[in-house]
């Protein structure tokens, strides 16, 4: 069963109940959301982050999950040439 899916960027507030109010209105009709929270609490200096920590919070963010389409399957292995040392 394919899922579309849209992502958009909300700005929103917690308030001292553990409530998240959003400070926009949706651009979306009623239904079930997946809400994934960046809390701007931490500050991170450039040279701590690695390529694998950038590449794994792309991938959590699902950055990559276009190429889980069956349309992007173009190559094969007999396509191109065999790299040799």
């Known amino acids: 069963m394919?899922?579309?899916v849209k992502k958009i960027e909300l700005t929103g507030h917690v308030d001292r109940n553990g409530h998240l109010k959003l400070e926009a209105d949706v651009p979306f009709k009623?239904?079930?959301?997946?809400v994934l929270p960046a809390t701007g609490s931490e500050v991170v200096e450039d040279?701590?982050?690695?390529?694998m920590d950038i590449l794994r919070t792309a991938q959590a963010g699902g950055a990559f999950?276009?190429?889980n389409d069956p349309e992007e399957d173009i190559y094969t292995l007999e396509d191109?040439?065999?790299f040799n040392d």
């Open 47 to 51: 040279e701590d982050i690695s390529t």
């Open 2 to 4: 394919a899922v579309e």
């Open 80 to 82: 191109g040439v065999p």
């Open 30 to 34: 009623q239904g079930d959301v997946k």
């Open 65 to 67: 999950d276009f190429l």
